[in-house]
């Protein structure tokens, strides 16, 4: 039996770091935040875990010039990848065993129809994140790895998971159901659970934002096209409907993913091509979308070909574009009255001509993209449609550490101020 060892929440009032770490199977990503004023004290990044190869690198973002350190050479595990961002940190005085950090957030992919808030990770809550692994083979098992390292490094701190389905839990049910047999599909646990919710989360609250408003009032589609991409509609601040389903593979047409398929294509490529699952699987999450329509799945390099006048090139951009318009069109037609149109993510957010193209021929919907507003670079929320629009189209920049951090820290901040016990890392083997 585990003991779930509790602290007092007063102890670390005067806490205000929070750690985030967003671990992938062979990667961790983390940023250290000072959320007095929500600013980032260092970021860094560890790759090729386990490979000979293996990377790190390492922001610090205190001083005057943000220079990015660089280590090389094997990382053997996820706790040698997290010891060597602690060192990096502790060289900047920023030690992961200091008093002012108050949480680790920790990026989760699947929380299933559980978790629909950010949770203080205790013993059963890893069983249940566990559990979960079967409907997120690829990303829980990573996510928990994280987790662990993380309370073994420092047992005594509240470790809060944000779930990247929880935000897309309000959906109804006759969204989140497939239409198929009802016994198996519950024996399996097969709906549409959707992802990268933190994003959509964030972003659909900073569009009210900026259209100043409260996110109560207004409805908003949320376009994240980054590597993966996924559409949202979100009314009155809750998710209606998302694009990704069971896994991330369903919907939007992606840097290497198919998104929506016929199903039958998969029984075609086994009975006729001969193909096996993992080999199904393999080509429509890594061989398929833009990669496999033109070879590559930079946006930038692909805008480059077409000037070049490359056809693949434009097929594939036709493609993606095409997808988007079905689901504007979709979503439109689900949420009834739109208020924003928002575009997020690396491609979202930096790609002028998928801004344009999306949008284009959609002035019957209210929708109208200004050139000149479209081709302004900048970092910053903002509007690209012109005044007289019905409905306005934005690009508001993502940021899922910052929503984890404040998430983690809002649980943490909430639990003190209730004078609860928080649950703190236990080690349950
Ligand atoms: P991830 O899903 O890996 O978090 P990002 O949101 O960082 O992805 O998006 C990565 C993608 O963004 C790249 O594959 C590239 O296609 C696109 N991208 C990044 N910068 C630009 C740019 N300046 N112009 C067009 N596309 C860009």
Redesign the pocket.
């Known amino acids: 039996m585990t003991t779930t060892p509790t602290k007092k929440g007063s102890a670390a009032v005067q806490a205000r770091r929070v750690l985030v770490l967003n671990s992938g199977s062979s990667s961790v990503k983390y940023q250290l935040l000072d959320m007095n004023d929500r600013s980032r004290l260092a970021i860094g990044l560890v790759e090729r875990i386990g490979e000979a190869t293996s990377r790190l690198l390492h922001t610090p973002l205190t001083g005057g010039d943000a220079e990015t350190r660089e280590r090389t050479g094997r990382i053997a595990d996820h706790a040698a990848a997290l010891q060597a961002a602690a060192e990096e940190l502790a060289a900047d005085g920023l030690g992961l065993d200091s008093p002012e950090l108050a949480a680790i957030g920790h990026r989760v992919v699947h929380g299933g129809l559980r978790f629909t808030e950010p949770t203080v990770v205790t013993d059963e809550v890893l069983k249940e994140i566990e559990r979960l692994v079967p409907v997120a083979p690829l990303h829980n098992p990573a996510n928990i790895t994280g987790i662990r390292t993380a309370q073994a490094l420092r047992p005594d701190l509240p470790q809060v998971a944000v779930f990247d389905t929880a935000f897309h839990t309000t959906m109804p049910e006759y969204v989140a159901r497939y239409a198929i047999d009802v016994e198996t599909a519950d024996a399996h646990r097969i709906r549409r659970y959707g992802f990268h919710g933190t994003s959509h989360a964030y972003v659909s609250r900073k569009a009210a934002e900026l259209l100043g408003r409260a996110p109560e009032e207004v409805n908003v589609i949320v376009l994240?096209?980054?590597?993966?991409?996924s559409a949202s509609a979100v009314a009155g601040g809750r998710c209606v409907e998302t694009s990704m389903g069971l896994t991330p593979l369903e919907g939007l047409v992606?840097?290497t993913r198919s998104g929506d398929i016929d199903p039958a294509v998969t029984f075609h490529l086994k009975r006729v091509a001969g193909m096996s699952t993992d080999e199904i699987d393999v080509l429509l999450n890594k061989k398929s979308g833009?990669v496999g329509l033109c070879g590559d799945?930079?946006?930038?390099?692909?805008?480059r070909r077409i000037d070049e006048g490359d056809e693949r090139a434009a097929l594939a951009f036709n493609i993606y574009v095409h997808r988007l318009k079905k689901y504007i069109g979709a979503y439109s037609a689900v949420l009834g009255r739109v208020d924003a149109v928002v575009f997020?993510?690396?491609?979202?957010?930096?790609?002028?001509?998928?801004r344009e193209a999306a949008i284009a021929g959609l002035e019957e919907l209210g929708l109208v993209v200004d050139a000149g507003l479209n081709a302004v670079?900048s970092g910053e929320p903002r509007l690209i449609s012109p005044n007289y629009a019905r409905v306005a189209v934005a690009v508001v920049p993502?940021d899922e550490e910052l929503e984890i951090a404040d998430q983690t820290f809002a649980l943490v901040g909430r639990a003190e101020s209730a004078g609860q016990e928080m649950p703190v890392g236990q080690v349950d083997n």
């Open positions: 994240h096209l980054g590597n993966g991409a992606m840097g833009l799945n930079d946006m930038r390099e692909i805008r997020t993510a690396g491609v979202g957010e930096n790609s002028a001509p998928v670079r993502t």
